[in-house]
């Protein structure tokens, strides 16, 4: 299967800016090798014009490949004048070069007539290194408002993602149905063992808090996130029973590590809307690490009118973990279970601040 071909850019305006620069640059060249004679004729003016165009396209081409180079071999910010430095230097010395093979080749097929001179050389190869200087600074500018531009845009899809990751982590927890159940638990609980009550009500107490406190938040870590989980945990088992079972294995190596708050609650909830729950079928979770991944693996135990908002959750999850790190999550599911790797976020590879 063939692919296009794919010519690397330094900015989104590099055609626009090749055009602009480098066809007035072919005028201004021809009029110092050819004087008045450059216009003596549209046929004389049209095929100077189009050859050095050309030409100083393809030199652009090749300006922009060096440009690129030294933007990756030097991205840090504080590289910045050192690769300027660098870029201006090759520049300066590819147009001696390009216009001296210019020069001669036009004197040596006498093309439209021309004829070498040192002076010519000395017009042009000044005109051409002002115009790549300027070009040089103008590119860097516009890379690095794009760049901005680029910063802004994922800030904001960000945030959108951050409000559809509350509703989503919240709607479970906030909704009637949710808070009818856990009163009606405590309520069964007061009746049956205060003591028990008294320990359901402190989940509940914190299962809310944390939600007040870390939903706004961007990253938290593992070790936070396990604690909320263990209390949500403790909500859901003390109504389902056998028919709910949670495993965690996480070692405190691994605790440390960050990912967005109510991950885990979004998968855990997602797992439980899908699949059946009950005493002779439980639903099995488990939470471990897996080098630097967090897993999370559920049976698969389809309900009958289920409703599939299961892509959705994953949607909201992967577009955080791709804004946050440029990692993608890994999901891999048969008929028996369902396995999300979650990648492990540092501090190091925070890409939005």
């Known amino acids: 299967m063939s692919r296009s071909l794919q010519i690397p850019t330094y900015t989104s305006k590099d055609l626009p800016i090749l055009v602009a620069s480098m066809l007035p640059m072919s005028v201004l060249l021809n009029y ?37 180079s030294l933007r990756n071999r030097f991205p840090a910010e504080a590289q910045l004048l050192k690769r300027m430095a ?9 147009s001696a070069v390009y216009i001296s093979l210019l020069l001669l080749s036009y004197d040596h097929f006498h093309f439209l007539g021309y004829e070498y001179s040192e002076n010519d050389f000395g017009l042009a190869y000044t005109s051409f290194v002002v115009v790549n200087v300027f070009l040089t600074f103008l590119n860097e500018g516009i890379y690095r408002f794009e760049r901005y531009r680029a910063t802004i845009t994922e800030t904001e899809q960000l945030k959108k993602e951050y409000i559809q990751s509350q509703l989503l982590g919240l709607k479970s927890q906030m909704n009637p149905h949710f808070l009818f159940n856990s009163l009606n638990t405590l309520s069964s609980l007061i009746n049956e063992d205060a003591d028990k009550a008294e320990d359901f009500l402190d989940h509940m107490s914190k299962v809310y808090r944390y939600l007040l406190r870390n939903n706004d938040e961007q990253l938290v870590t593992v070790e936070t996130e396990l604690g909320f989980i263990h209390s949500y945990y403790h909500l859901l088992k003390a109504r389902h029973a056998e028919g709910l079972q949670l495993h965690i294995d996480v070692p ?13 609650q979004m998968i855990v909830e997602n797992a439980m ?8 079928n ?14 999370v693996k559920n049976s698969v135990q389809p309900k009958m009118n289920n409703q599939d908002v299961f892509c959705e959750v994953i949607d909201n999850i992967a577009n955080k973990f791709r804004l946050l790190c440029q990692q993608e999550l890994i999901i891999r599911q048969n008929r ?8 492990l976020i540092t501090n190091k590879e925070l890409v939005v601040a």
């Not at 809307?273 to 002779?280: A, G, L, P």
């Open 282 to 295: 439980p639903l099995l979770i488990s939470i471990h690490a897996v080098y630097e991944w967090l897993e």
């Open 32 to 68: 110092f090798l050819y004087d008045e004679g450059y216009f003596g004729s549209s046929g004389t003016f049209l095929l100077a014009t189009l050859t050095t165009f050309v030409v100083l396209g393809l030199a652009f081409l090749t300006y922009s490949f060096v440009a690129i």
């Open 252 to 264: 405190e190596s691994h605790r440390s590590y960050m990912i967005p708050p109510l991950t885990l």
């Open 86 to 94: 660098i870029c201006i230097s090759i520049f300066v010395l590819m």
């Open 336 to 343: 028996r279970e369902r396995i999300i790797q979650l990648p």
């Open 273 to 280: 809307s899908q699949n059946e729950v009950s005493k002779s």
